[in-house]
């Protein structure tokens, strides 16, 4: 069965859980798998087969970051052909982090907010666009 869950990489426990309840709150109705570390994030996307609906990762982590994360991503014909939308959710917006995540070709980049309602409008932002965006098709080997 193909579901469509949000994919979740965040180390940070009380980060994860605000970025939970503020999809919940923004009308996600996607299941959530959260990982602490992209390793078992990866594990799950090459093993999976369910259709991930969006990743949303962390940067600084331990063990990978979210650079070499999505640089393995993008290098996986697998991965990679299964077009998942993925934005990067992180504390710092420091214009050279910025830029090297679109570098890799991502689809957003959002800053960690100070507030916890802020976590809600940037979920609802995410939810609303990729929600309405269109993607393509893509074809199971």
């Not at 609906?53 to 070499?68: E, K, Q, S, V």
């Not at 070709?105 to 309405?132: L, M």
Request: aromatic share 12%; charged share 20%; proline share 6%.
């Amino acid at each position: 069965m193909v579901q469509y869950p949000i994919v979740l990489i965040e180390d940070d426990k009380d980060d994860c859980e605000f970025i939970i309840e503020a999809l919940a709150e923004a009308g996600a109705k996607n299941e959530i798998r959260c990982f602490n570390s992209p390793i078992p994030a990866l594990e799950y996307l090459r093993s999976t087969k369910e259709m991930p609906f969006l990743i949303i990762c962390d940067i600084n982590m331990p063990h990978m970051n979210g650079f070499a994360f999505k640089k393995i991503i993008n290098s996986d014909d697998n991965l990679n052909g299964k077009r998942i939308p993925f934005v990067f959710l992180s504390t710092s917006a420091q214009s050279n982090l910025v830029d090297q995540a679109f570098h890799l070709c991502v689809q957003g980049y959002f800053q960690k907010p100070v507030a916890i309602k802020e976590y809600f409008d940037i979920a609802k932002s995410i939810i609303e666009y990729w929600t309405n965006s269109k993607l393509p098709q893509v074809v199971n080997n």
